[in-house]
């Protein structure tokens, strides 16, 4: 085996093609940790299934080495996406699916970058780090548009589907901004609006009675947060979790304020909430249209204002389709079935 050109644990075999009809490639890795090779193998290897299923490929693992079979171009796709997913273990990051598919999607825009020579302009994804979590990097070309639009313009607009990141990058860039003391406190927000349902009274203070409503975001918070630093930064105000009723009348200086599921704001309260943006403050506004709970007859406030506003100086837009689900496979699908069905005319979806 020859060893790769730039420093690395991996070894790589010489391409291989059988006499056939059709073209066909064979790549060998082995990796000198069998530890690494575990985390990137997955347990009972079902980071290699999933490169099977998205590149058409056939990986087969045998202690530390991994035989790829394909298509030329494919078998080169997994080998990269294996390069990079080993990197990360060799850092200590766990491996997961999600990891896998951004992976194979950071290899596919190298190749259509720099098809001849993929070293030499190799495709490095943006990415956040917070003291907690340590390194977080984009899984691929949409988070990494949406975290390089949040390092350039103070007031963002990210809409797309469920599973994008959307929230949880926001709430993980918002915490480092805090980190760093780029902003003095975290003010973030949700409209309190029920999903499609009525949940009638709800018992305790004001705080029990809300907090129902922006679980989302604590459980976002709590993955980059220590739990004594997160409940500190409550406690003292630094960190601020309230619904969006209550930012009438306020100025928001020196802050990072993030308004989640915007598009059960109506154009009111949109309005409201975006001219409370103070001196040295950020601010970004997340949601996904196709999902609002708004009565019927009122317009979203996100659809209104991304209409108005984007194109302004200091604004970035963000969109997210269902292709840049990284939450589940089945759940990227799903969106994809739902997105089918309301661009299909009324007519054809009544026969059916």
């Known amino acids: 085996m020859k060893p790769l050109d730039r420093p690395?644990?991996?070894?790589?075999?010489?391409?291989?093609?059988?006499?056939?009809?059709?073209?066909?490639?064979?790549?060998?890795?082995?990796?000198?940790?069998?530890?690494?090779?575990?985390?990137?193998?997955?347990?009972?290897?079902?980071?290699?299934?999933?490169?099977?299923?998205?590149?058409?490929?056939?990986?087969?693992?045998?202690?530390?080495?991994?035989t790829i079979k394909g298509p030329p171009e494919a078998c080169?796709?997994?080998?990269?996406?294996?390069?990079?997913?080993?990197?990360?273990?060799?850092?200590?990051?766990?491996?997961?699916?999600?990891?896998?598919?951004?992976a194979i999607q950071e290899g596919a825009l190298q190749g259509s970058l720099f098809p001849k020579e993929p070293e030499v302009g190799r495709v490095v994804f943006e990415q956040i780090g917070t003291r907690r979590r340590g390194a977080v990097r984009?899984?691929?070309?949409?988070?990494?548009?949406?975290?390089?639009?949040?390092k350039r313009h103070e007031l963002v607009f990210a809409e797309g589907p469920a599973g994008t990141g959307k929230t949880w990058l926001a709430v993980g860039y918002a915490v480092l901004l805090l980190e760093q003391g780029a902003v003095e406190r975290l003010i973030l927000s949700r409209p309190a609006v029920e999903a499609g349902e009525r949940l009638g009274f709800l018992p305790?203070?004001?705080?029990?009675?809300?907090?129902?409503?922006?679980?989302?975001?604590?459980?976002?918070?709590?993955?980059?947060?220590?739990?004594?630093?997160?409940?500190?930064?409550?406690?003292?105000?630094?960190?601020?979790?309230?619904?969006?009723?209550?930012?009438?009348?306020?100025?928001l200086s020196h802050a990072c304020v993030l308004l989640d599921e915007a598009q059960n704001a109506?154009?009111?309260?949109?309005?409201?909430?975006?001219t409370r943006l103070g001196e040295g403050s950020r601010m970004i506004v997340t949601g996904d249209p196709s999902q609002s709970d708004l009565?019927?007859?009122?317009?979203?406030?996100?659809?209104?204002?991304?209409?108005?506003?984007?194109?302004?100086?200091?604004?970035?837009?963000?969109?997210?389709?269902?292709?840049?689900?990284?939450?589940?496979?089945?759940?990227?699908?799903?969106?994809?079935?739902?997105e089918d069905a309301a661009r299909r005319p009324c007519t054809e979806r009544l026969r059916i």
């Open 8 to 66: 690395s644990q991996l070894q790589r075999g010489e391409a291989k093609r059988p006499a056939s009809d059709v073209e066909t490639a064979e790549i060998n890795l082995a990796f000198e940790d069998n530890r690494d090779a575990s985390v990137v193998f997955g347990q009972y290897d079902q980071n290699l299934a999933r490169l099977e299923r998205r590149l058409g490929v056939i990986a087969n693992a045998n202690g530390n080495l991994v």
């Open 76 to 102: 080169e796709q997994a080998r990269h996406a294996l390069e990079t997913l080993h990197a990360r273990a060799k850092l200590g990051h766990p491996v997961t699916l999600g990891d896998v598919d951004g």
């Open 138 to 150: 984009a899984r691929n070309a949409a988070q990494d548009h949406y975290l390089r639009t949040l």
């Open 204 to 251: 305790g203070d004001m705080r029990d009675k809300v907090d129902p409503y922006l679980r989302p975001i604590y459980d976002a918070l709590a993955d980059f947060m220590d739990s004594r630093m997160l409940e500190r930064g409550m406690q003292t105000g630094m960190i601020e979790v309230a619904p969006l009723a209550f930012m009438r009348g306020r100025t």
């Open 266 to 274: 109506t154009s009111m309260q949109m309005k409201m909430f975006l």
């Open 295 to 338: 009565p019927a007859g009122h317009k979203s406030g996100l659809s209104e204002a991304i209409e108005l506003l984007s194109g302004l100086e200091g604004i970035g837009h963000v969109v997210f389709t269902d292709a840049d689900v990284v939450r589940h496979d089945l759940v990227r699908r799903i969106v994809g079935a739902y």
